[in-house]
């Protein structure tokens, strides 16, 4: 009995890490797909589940003046912005960075490989970074950027609040500041939609306030399309998302979830966008006969893909060479009749890897993610 729920905890944690923006793809050994065990839930709200109407009349607040008035992002390797409800511009295209499953829980190698990552991915004209304190690796990403020699105020910083920091949130985004060594945050998410509303709501609130003191550019909301109640009470409050992080890829198109987001003038960014590493899509016969007329890789299709849909997205790789292959995609457009092609692959639901059902695995959000204190060299 002891071993059953001690495997049934360990996986429930291990979904929770990798549900989340910039799951380690384009690897040389992809990972296997994993399903889901959670019951289905729909994509998008039922009819009990109906969102508020939003009020036409109401204009997205600005971020306030702080620290982040220094930002000075311009576009590199041809990478276009996106214009968030706002007003702020976002580079469309960037680096997830959440690899913990090949460091085997060795959080100095974890920072150091992340660390080496994020420094190449900017040398090669990345200007967007997906992180997460429950990615263990902030300090490590943080030394990558100055690593790299690109300024800080050139370069969009994402980072997210674990569920466990939604009762203080205000003082742990001043921690994610200290781990990264930065001033500010160019958008901050709430990483998953666990725990009672009014908690999740108090971190929103505090989010609110970093924002219109000028240390956050955006706000956003990451897996809240697997719980209408927790998305309908953050469309309540006065400061609307700008961003909706969600798992998307050919195989999972998530039409009524974007339907959602479009509702709300809300930005849709992309996480899992190769499928898992999924063979079934990297070896499809359709994005092969698409990567040969372009003299591309599947991989490159598939981002172009996004970045055609109008997504953001955020392939991850701890590979130099793939980190390079995966923004050596502004030199070619797809097709109108290979992006419908592309969009008769989506298997609806049943096509997604992860469907987190909140209310089975609450639970396990309430931890504190690890730290780590060691020294670069």
Same mark, same amino acid.
């Given at each position: 009995?002891?071993?059953?729920?001690?495997?049934?905890?360990?996986?429930?944690l291990?979904i929770?890490?990798?549900?989340?923006?910039?799951?380690?793809?384009?690897?040389d050994?992809?990972?296997?797909?994993?399903e889901?065990?959670?019951?289905?839930?729909?994509?998008g709200?039922?009819?009990?589940?109906?969102?508020p109407?939003p009020?036409?009349?109401?204009l997205v607040? %600005?971020?306030?003046?702080?620290? %982040?008035?220094?930002?000075?992002?311009?576009?590199? $390797?041809?990478?276009?912005?996106?214009?968030?409800?706002?007003?702020?511009?976002?580079?469309?295209?960037?680096?997830?960075?959440?690899?913990?499953s090949?460091?085997?829980?060795?959080?100095?190698?974890?920072? $150091?490989?992340s660390?080496?990552?994020?420094?190449?991915?900017?040398?090669?004209?990345?200007?967007?970074?997906?992180?997460?304190?429950?990615?263990?690796q902030?300090?490590?990403?943080g030394?990558g950027?100055?690593?790299?020699?690109?300024?800080?105020?050139?370069?969009?910083?994402t980072?997210?609040?674990?569920?466990s920091e939604?009762?203080?949130?205000?003082?742990?985004?001043?921690?994610?500041?200290?781990?990264?060594?930065?001033e500010?945050?160019?958008?901050?998410?709430?990483?998953?939609?666990?725990?009672?509303?009014?908690?999740?709501?108090?971190?929103?609130?505090?989010?609110?306030r970093?924002?219109?003191e000028?240390?956050?550019?955006?706000?956003?909301i990451?897996?809240?399309?697997?719980?209408?109640?927790?998305?309908?009470?953050?469309?309540?409050? $006065?400061?609307k998302?700008?961003?909706?992080?969600?798992?998307?890829?050919?195989?999972a198109?998530?039409?009524g979830?974007?339907?959602?987001?479009?509702?709300?003038?809300i930005?849709?960014?992309?996480?899992?966008p190769?499928?898992?590493?999924?063979?079934?899509?990297?070896n499809?016969?359709?994005?092969?006969s698409?990567a %040969?007329a372009?003299?591309?890789?599947?991989?490159?299709?598939?981002?172009?893909?996004?970045?055609?849909?109008g997504?953001?997205?955020?392939?991850?790789?701890?590979?130099?060479?793939?980190?390079?292959?995966?923004?050596?995609?502004?030199?070619?457009?797809?097709?109108?009749?290979?992006?419908?092609?592309?969009?008769?692959?989506?298997?609806?639901?049943?096509?997604?890897?992860?469907?987190?059902?909140y209310?089975f695995?609450?639970?396990?959000?309430?931890?504190?993610?690890r730290?780590?204190e060691?020294?670069f060299?």
């Amino acid at each position: 009995m002891r071993k059953t729920v001690a495997l049934l905890l360990a996986l429930a944690l291990a979904i929770s890490l990798t549900a989340c923006g910039g799951a380690t793809e384009n690897t040389d050994t992809a990972p296997e797909s994993q399903e889901s065990t959670e019951p289905a839930q729909s994509d998008g709200p039922t009819q009990s589940d109906e969102p508020p109407a939003p009020d036409a009349d109401t204009l997205v607040e %600005a971020p306030g003046s702080g620290p %982040a008035d220094g930002s000075r992002i311009t576009s590199v $390797e041809g990478v276009p912005f996106i214009t968030l409800n706002n007003g702020v511009q976002m580079p469309q295209f960037g680096l997830g960075t959440q690899i913990q499953s090949l460091e085997n829980g060795d959080l100095g190698v974890l920072n $150091e490989t992340s660390r080496e990552a994020v420094a190449a991915a900017l040398r090669s004209g990345y200007r967007h970074l997906d992180d997460a304190h429950g990615y263990l690796q902030e300090r490590g990403v943080g030394q990558g950027i100055r690593d790299s020699g690109v300024p800080r105020e050139e370069i969009w910083i994402t980072d997210k609040l674990w569920p466990s920091e939604y009762g203080d949130a205000y003082n742990a985004i001043d921690g994610m500041l200290e781990r990264l060594g930065v001033e500010y945050l160019d958008l901050v998410y709430l990483h998953h939609p666990a725990g009672d509303i009014d908690t999740i709501v108090a971190a929103w609130k505090d989010m609110e306030r970093a924002y219109r003191e000028g240390k956050i550019r955006a706000l956003g909301i990451s897996n809240f399309d697997n719980r209408m109640d927790a998305f309908n009470a953050i469309m309540e409050q $006065e400061i609307k998302p700008q961003i909706m992080q969600i798992e998307c890829h050919p195989f999972a198109q998530r039409q009524g979830t974007r339907e959602l987001a479009e509702q709300y003038n809300i930005q849709v960014e992309c996480w899992y966008p190769l499928g898992h590493g999924d063979q079934r899509l990297l070896n499809a016969e359709t994005l092969e006969s698409i990567a %040969a007329a372009h003299d591309k890789s599947v991989v490159q299709i598939i981002v172009r893909w996004h970045i055609q849909e109008g997504f953001s997205v955020i392939p991850g790789s701890t590979n130099p060479d793939h980190i390079q292959e995966n923004i050596e995609i502004f030199d070619f457009e797809l097709t109108d009749e290979e992006m419908e092609l592309i969009r008769a692959m989506d298997q609806g639901e049943s096509g997604r890897y992860f469907n987190i059902n909140y209310d089975f695995m609450g639970g396990m959000f309430s931890g504190a993610p690890r730290e780590w204190e060691g020294d670069f060299e």
